[in-house]
């Protein structure tokens, strides 16, 4: 920590917060720390800091600048509305850059927060064909992260790796609990007395990605599955949301297919 806080001062930063976490069982150290002011080369800072740590240490200079998402949607609004909301009212520093979807039922809502709406149908033509559509479309933008804001659609490892860390999904279910489709009718033939949401990025392996965010909600033997669907959609929403904002703040380090994140 000293020669972090060091190497930081000797460019006339400040150090506004620091947070810090040690993993004992895998001997790691994180720490994520907030500097004000200013740098001509943040890759000098980059280097100086490389220098006095030990020669494996991972380090991100994440500049202070609005990041870029792009929304993947097929029919269900719940995810897409609050996130639109929460943009149009300034709620997080980002831009939506479009939103794309593998139906055109959003499309018409979308048009209301003047944001680009791309119909990409994904019927009657191979994965590959939908896929390569679909990145036709991407490569007309610059982003930091894809957010599936229920996608309905599996992913290509291909796909996947072209987009590394940068994918994020909400799952409708308490990972890694009732995986795949229909969560909330397997939640209730199980007679579960919680039922939950996941936001995690998106891997090869289905709904397998490191977790970024995670909550519950108790139900009981009354609930239908209907009632179970229309409270999950309650969490998928406000999981989803707290996820995207940890991200857009650097609040989420990635160890292998775990998450440090510092709330």
Known sequence: MAKIANTVAQ???NIVTMREFVDEESNKFFVRLVCNGSIDQPSDLHSSLKDSLPPNAQITINPSERKKIIILVTKEHHCLADILIRHHFETWNTDIQAVIGNYNDLEAFTAKFGIPFHYVSHENIVKEEFENQLMEQLSAYSFDYLILAKFMRILSPDFVRRFKHQIINIHHSFLPAFIGANPYRQAHKRGVKIIGATAHYVTDDL???PII???TRRVNHTYTVQDMMTAGKE??????????RLLLEDRVMLDGNKTIVFE
């Open 11 to 13: 460019y006339r930063l």
């Open 235 to 244: 969490i998928e929403k406000a999981v989803l949301a707290r996820a995207i």
């Open 213 to 215: 965010v995670q909550d």
């Open 207 to 209: 709904d397998e990605g």
